[in-house]
T-cell receptor, first 113, second 115 residues
Framework: QQQVKQSPQSLIVQKGGISIINCAYE??????FPWYQQFPGKGPALLIA?????SEKKEGRFTISFNKSAKQFSLHIMDSQPGDSATYFC????????????FGAGTRLAVHP | EAGVVQSPRYKIIEKKQPVAFWCNPI?????LYWYRQNLGQGPELLIR????????DSQLPKDRFSAERLKGVDSTLKIQPAELGDSAVYLC?????????????FGPGTRLTVL
Protein backbone atom coordinates (compact mmCIF):
# COMPACT_ATOMS: atom_id res chain seq x y z
CA GLN A 1 0.00 0.00 0.00
CA GLN A 2 3.05 2.22 0.30
CA GLN A 3 4.00 1.78 -3.35
CA VAL A 4 3.84 4.37 -6.09
CA LYS A 5 3.69 2.81 -9.54
CA GLN A 6 5.15 4.83 -12.39
CA SER A 7 4.95 4.35 -16.14
CA PRO A 8 6.39 4.25 -18.71
CA GLN A 9 9.88 3.16 -17.75
CA SER A 10 11.33 5.07 -20.70
CA LEU A 11 9.98 7.58 -23.16
CA ILE A 12 11.24 9.04 -26.43
CA VAL A 13 9.68 12.25 -27.66
CA GLN A 14 10.48 14.54 -30.56
CA LYS A 15 11.39 18.14 -29.86
CA GLY A 16 8.23 20.19 -29.51
CA GLY A 17 6.10 17.18 -28.57
CA ILE A 18 4.23 16.42 -25.35
CA SER A 19 5.75 14.09 -22.78
CA ILE A 20 3.31 12.31 -20.46
CA ILE A 21 4.31 10.29 -17.41
CA ASN A 22 1.77 8.55 -15.20
CA CYS A 23 1.75 7.47 -11.56
CA ALA A 24 -0.71 5.59 -9.38
CA TYR A 25 -0.87 5.12 -5.63
CA GLU A 26 -2.88 3.11 -3.10
CA UNK A 27 -2.45 4.88 0.22
CA UNK A 28 -5.30 7.35 0.66
CA UNK A 29 -3.34 9.08 3.43
CA UNK A 30 -0.97 10.53 0.84
CA UNK A 31 -1.60 14.26 0.50
CA UNK A 32 1.50 15.62 -1.21
CA PHE A 33 2.59 14.59 -4.70
CA PRO A 34 5.85 16.05 -6.02
CA TRP A 35 7.67 15.36 -9.25
CA TYR A 36 11.45 15.33 -9.23
CA GLN A 37 13.85 15.72 -12.16
CA GLN A 38 17.24 14.03 -12.01
CA PHE A 39 20.16 14.53 -14.39
CA PRO A 40 23.04 12.01 -14.49
CA GLY A 41 25.40 12.51 -11.58
CA LYS A 42 23.04 14.90 -9.81
CA GLY A 43 20.56 14.55 -7.00
CA PRO A 44 16.82 14.80 -7.68
CA ALA A 45 15.48 18.35 -7.88
CA LEU A 46 11.87 19.32 -7.23
CA LEU A 47 10.10 20.22 -10.46
CA ILE A 48 6.50 20.75 -9.40
CA ALA A 49 4.20 19.47 -6.66
CA UNK A 50 0.46 19.24 -6.03
CA UNK A 51 -1.91 18.73 -3.11
CA UNK A 52 -5.14 16.72 -3.63
CA UNK A 53 -7.39 19.74 -3.14
CA UNK A 54 -6.76 20.78 -6.75
CA SER A 55 -7.02 18.74 -9.95
CA GLU A 56 -4.35 20.53 -11.93
CA LYS A 57 -1.28 22.67 -11.38
CA LYS A 58 0.74 24.36 -14.10
CA GLU A 59 4.19 25.90 -13.95
CA GLY A 60 5.53 27.00 -17.31
CA ARG A 61 5.67 24.00 -19.63
CA PHE A 62 5.07 21.54 -16.77
CA THR A 63 1.58 20.50 -15.64
CA ILE A 64 0.45 18.01 -13.02
CA SER A 65 -2.99 16.47 -13.48
CA PHE A 66 -4.46 14.81 -10.40
CA ASN A 67 -7.39 12.39 -10.21
CA LYS A 68 -8.18 11.75 -6.56
CA SER A 69 -10.94 9.19 -7.15
CA ALA A 70 -8.72 7.11 -9.43
CA LYS A 71 -5.67 7.69 -7.21
CA GLN A 72 -3.63 8.68 -10.21
CA PHE A 73 -1.55 11.68 -11.16
CA SER A 74 0.47 12.55 -14.22
CA LEU A 75 3.13 14.95 -15.44
CA HIS A 76 2.74 16.64 -18.81
CA ILE A 77 5.70 18.41 -20.40
CA MET A 78 4.55 20.65 -23.21
CA ASP A 79 6.86 21.68 -26.06
CA SER A 80 9.47 19.17 -24.89
CA GLN A 81 13.08 20.27 -25.40
CA PRO A 82 16.34 18.30 -25.59
CA GLY A 83 17.32 19.93 -22.29
CA ASP A 84 14.36 18.15 -20.67
CA SER A 85 16.11 14.81 -21.25
CA ALA A 86 16.47 13.39 -17.74
CA THR A 87 14.93 10.86 -15.38
CA TYR A 88 11.65 11.91 -13.79
CA PHE A 89 10.37 10.54 -10.51
CA CYS A 90 6.91 10.90 -9.07
CA UNK A 91 6.60 10.65 -5.33
CA UNK A 92 3.99 10.74 -2.62
CA UNK A 93 3.93 11.52 1.06
CA UNK A 94 1.50 12.13 3.87
CA UNK A 95 1.31 15.12 6.20
CA UNK A 96 2.20 17.58 3.47
CA UNK A 97 5.51 15.94 2.76
CA UNK A 98 6.68 15.88 6.34
CA UNK A 99 6.66 12.12 6.31
CA UNK A 100 8.96 10.14 4.06
CA UNK A 101 8.66 10.44 0.32
CA UNK A 102 7.71 7.23 -1.49
CA PHE A 103 9.21 7.40 -4.97
CA GLY A 104 8.17 5.72 -8.18
CA ALA A 105 10.77 3.77 -10.13
CA GLY A 106 11.42 6.63 -12.54
CA THR A 107 10.94 7.41 -16.23
CA ARG A 108 13.93 8.05 -18.44
CA LEU A 109 12.92 10.72 -20.94
CA ALA A 110 14.86 11.36 -24.14
CA VAL A 111 13.85 14.32 -26.29
CA HIS A 112 15.25 14.07 -29.78
CA PRO A 113 15.99 17.23 -31.80
CA GLU B 1 22.50 29.92 -1.07
CA ALA B 2 24.63 26.79 -0.95
CA GLY B 3 22.85 23.51 -1.50
CA VAL B 4 23.24 20.21 0.31
CA VAL B 5 26.89 19.18 0.29
CA GLN B 6 27.97 15.55 0.30
CA SER B 7 31.35 13.90 0.33
CA PRO B 8 32.95 11.93 -1.03
CA ARG B 9 31.24 11.90 -4.43
CA TYR B 10 32.56 8.45 -5.28
CA LYS B 11 33.86 5.60 -3.16
CA ILE B 12 35.13 2.17 -4.18
CA ILE B 13 35.81 -0.36 -1.45
CA GLU B 14 36.28 -4.09 -1.01
CA LYS B 15 33.48 -6.03 0.65
CA LYS B 16 33.69 -6.29 4.44
CA GLN B 17 35.44 -2.90 4.62
CA PRO B 18 33.87 0.03 6.47
CA VAL B 19 32.77 3.21 4.70
CA ALA B 20 31.38 6.56 5.82
CA PHE B 21 29.49 9.30 4.03
CA TRP B 22 29.20 12.89 5.16
CA CYS B 23 26.41 15.41 4.60
CA ASN B 24 26.15 19.13 5.30
CA PRO B 25 22.53 20.29 4.91
CA ILE B 26 21.30 23.68 3.80
CA UNK B 27 21.84 26.21 6.55
CA UNK B 28 18.87 26.43 8.88
CA UNK B 29 17.28 23.18 7.75
CA UNK B 30 16.27 21.19 10.80
CA UNK B 31 15.23 18.02 9.00
CA LEU B 32 17.79 15.76 7.37
CA TYR B 33 17.22 12.60 5.37
CA TRP B 34 19.42 9.80 4.08
CA TYR B 35 18.13 7.92 1.05
CA ARG B 36 19.58 5.01 -0.90
CA GLN B 37 19.07 4.90 -4.67
CA ASN B 38 19.74 1.60 -6.40
CA LEU B 39 20.50 1.63 -10.10
CA GLY B 40 17.38 2.31 -12.13
CA GLN B 41 15.22 2.85 -9.03
CA GLY B 42 13.80 5.74 -7.08
CA PRO B 43 15.36 6.79 -3.78
CA GLU B 44 14.31 4.92 -0.64
CA LEU B 45 14.45 6.50 2.79
CA LEU B 46 16.95 5.06 5.25
CA ILE B 47 16.64 7.52 8.12
CA ARG B 48 15.14 10.92 8.95
CA UNK B 49 16.40 13.33 11.58
CA UNK B 50 14.57 16.17 13.25
CA UNK B 51 17.44 18.21 14.64
CA UNK B 52 19.54 15.61 16.49
CA UNK B 53 16.78 13.03 16.91
CA UNK B 54 16.28 10.13 14.53
CA UNK B 55 12.50 10.11 14.12
CA UNK B 56 12.22 7.46 11.38
CA ASP B 57 14.90 4.80 11.06
CA SER B 58 12.60 1.90 10.30
CA GLN B 59 14.27 1.21 6.94
CA LEU B 60 17.86 1.40 8.22
CA PRO B 61 19.56 -2.03 8.35
CA LYS B 62 20.79 -1.61 11.87
CA ASP B 63 23.06 -4.63 11.89
CA ARG B 64 25.53 -2.88 9.60
CA PHE B 65 24.33 0.70 9.10
CA SER B 66 24.60 3.51 11.61
CA ALA B 67 24.04 7.24 11.40
CA GLU B 68 24.54 10.25 13.57
CA ARG B 69 23.74 13.93 13.47
CA LEU B 70 25.78 15.70 16.07
CA LYS B 71 24.69 19.20 17.08
CA GLY B 72 21.76 18.93 14.69
CA VAL B 73 23.73 20.04 11.63
CA ASP B 74 26.12 17.72 9.75
CA SER B 75 25.40 14.03 9.52
CA THR B 76 27.43 10.89 8.91
CA LEU B 77 26.14 7.58 7.56
CA LYS B 78 28.34 4.54 8.13
CA ILE B 79 28.31 1.01 6.80
CA GLN B 80 30.36 -1.66 8.56
CA PRO B 81 30.99 -4.14 7.08
CA ALA B 82 29.97 -3.33 3.51
CA GLU B 83 28.38 -6.02 1.35
CA LEU B 84 28.16 -6.30 -2.44
CA GLY B 85 24.47 -5.39 -2.31
CA ASP B 86 25.27 -2.05 -0.70
CA SER B 87 26.48 -0.68 -4.03
CA ALA B 88 24.18 2.28 -4.69
CA VAL B 89 24.02 6.06 -4.60
CA TYR B 90 23.51 7.44 -1.11
CA LEU B 91 21.60 10.70 -1.16
CA CYS B 92 21.28 13.22 1.60
CA UNK B 93 18.39 15.68 1.63
CA UNK B 94 17.29 18.44 3.95
CA UNK B 95 14.20 20.53 4.54
CA UNK B 96 13.25 23.47 6.68
CA UNK B 97 10.45 21.58 8.37
CA UNK B 98 8.10 24.53 8.32
CA UNK B 99 5.18 25.72 6.23
CA UNK B 100 2.32 23.84 4.61
CA UNK B 101 4.57 21.94 2.26
CA UNK B 102 7.82 20.24 3.10
CA UNK B 103 10.12 20.54 0.10
CA UNK B 104 13.13 18.27 0.34
CA UNK B 105 16.36 19.47 -1.25
CA PHE B 106 18.75 16.76 -2.36
CA GLY B 107 22.52 16.70 -2.52
CA PRO B 108 24.44 15.17 -5.46
CA GLY B 109 24.90 11.85 -3.68
CA THR B 110 27.80 9.51 -3.01
CA ARG B 111 28.16 6.66 -5.46
CA LEU B 112 29.38 3.58 -3.57
CA THR B 113 30.83 0.58 -5.38
CA VAL B 114 31.55 -2.51 -3.31
CA LEU B 115 33.87 -5.02 -4.99
Amino acid sequence: QQQVKQSPQSLIVQKGGISIINCAYENTAFDYFPWYQQFPGKGPALLIAIRPDVSEKKEGRFTISFNKSAKQFSLHIMDSQPGDSATYFCAASSSGGYNKLIFGAGTRLAVHP
Amino acid sequence: EAGVVQSPRYKIIEKKQPVAFWCNPISGHNTLYWYRQNLGQGPELLIRYENEEAVDDSQLPKDRFSAERLKGVDSTLKIQPAELGDSAVYLCASSSGSGDYNEQFFGPGTRLTVL
